[in-house]
């Protein structure tokens, strides 16, 4: 049973960074999608950044330039550096695959104070 988990969140302050990481277990074949979204209270999950197997990747347009997306297809991993935090940024961040069906982790909060 393919099972994603995601680490590395915390509270931080204004400038400062954080590493995201997600595993994928469960599976022994190469993910085609793989992506970080992120969710705030009343609102929907949102892309963050998608990642396919042959390296295309897509940022949202906030956090283009400092938040940097890597992925390791022999491990099923990603990994999100994210740099330059800001309040807004504050979110539970999860890691989604499509692998015949959608899979989500239970997430990792970032929380970053003023």
């Known amino acids: 049973q393919l099972r994603l988990e995601e680490s590395g969140g915390g509270l931080v302050r204004t400038g400062d960074s954080l590493r995201l990481s997600c595993v994928a277990y469960?599976?022994?074949?190469?993910?085609?999608?793989i992506s970080w979204y992120r969710q705030t209270p009343g609102n929907e999950r949102e892309l963050v950044v998608s990642?396919?197997?042959?390296?295309?990747?897509h940022y949202a347009n906030s956090v283009r330039g400092r938040f940097v997306v890597s992925r390791d297809n022999a491990k099923n991993t990603l990994s999100l550096q994210m740099n330059n935090l800001k309040p807004d940024n504050t979110a539970v961040y999860y890691c989604?695959?499509?692998?015949?069906?959608?899979?989500w982790g239970q997430g990792t909060q970032v929380t970053v104070s003023s």
């Open positions: 469960g599976v022994n074949f190469k993910l085609g999608i």
């Open positions: 989604y695959t499509l692998c015949g069906e959608v899979y």
């Open positions: 990642t396919t197997e042959d390296g295309y990747t």
